[in-house]
């Protein structure tokens, strides 16, 4: 077993404390990984407070993973001591299910395990990325390139990866028009994206507190929805 220290919540109305947790020893085709960041996700706070559910406490919330990797099980292929990686809201699934052969782990019909908040196939509850170290099967490890910070990449395994998804699936590009509506953490990432695919954005915002960053961004217009004269001009 492996000690790390965490930061857990012990209860919906109880504060974040110091703690440590025990990491499994690691598997055939496991990571350790020292993470370095994990980005607040608001997830995070609704499961802190159980405000998705019942949630076995202490529980250390934390998907928006980024670390160096710093050990490796025997059979590891896809990752050595020193890569830079990370981990989002997964860290494994069945693997043998119709969906997890098409790459939608996501989907598994056996039930995919979060990573945290879950169980995973040992039977333990899984624990997050508020904390020093995580151990993970290789394949729910991405690579994070070595042009990226890893501050930077941290949330891009959240806001990045939900934002991208429909964005492809609905197949944004030149000659697509794309509104974004908001410009939060999710809605500054889709308006990067869908603008590095070529497609035409506009941004729906309640006021235009943000324009600079959205048109910076890429966005070719961008409304305030609260304002009426807004709607004067269609």
Known sequence: MITAKARAVHGPDKPFKATEIQRR??????????????????????????????????????????????????????????????????????????????????????????????????????????????VVIEDFVVKIPDNIELDAAAPLLCADITTFSPLHRWEAGPGKKVAIVGMGGLGHMAVKIASAMRAEVTVLSQTLNKQEDGLNFGAKDYYATNDPQTYDEF
Do not use: F
């Open 25 to 134: 020893s690691l598997d055939t085709h496991d990571l350790l990984i020292e993470i370095k960041y994990a980005g607040i996700c608001h997830s995070d706070i609704h499961t802190a407070h159980g405000e998705w559910g019942d949630v076995n406490y202490p529980l250390v919330p934390g998907h928006e993973i980024a670390g160096i990797v710093t050990d490796v099980g025997p059979e590891v292929t896809k990752y050595k001591v020193g890569d830079r990686v990370g981990v989002g809201c997964m860290v494994d699934s069945c693997g043998d299910c119709e969906n997890c052969r098409k790459g939608e782990e996501q989907y598994c019909l056996n039930g995919m395990t979060p990573t945290y908040a879950g169980a995973d196939k040992y039977g333990e509850p899984t624990q997050g990325g508020y904390s020093t170290h995580i």
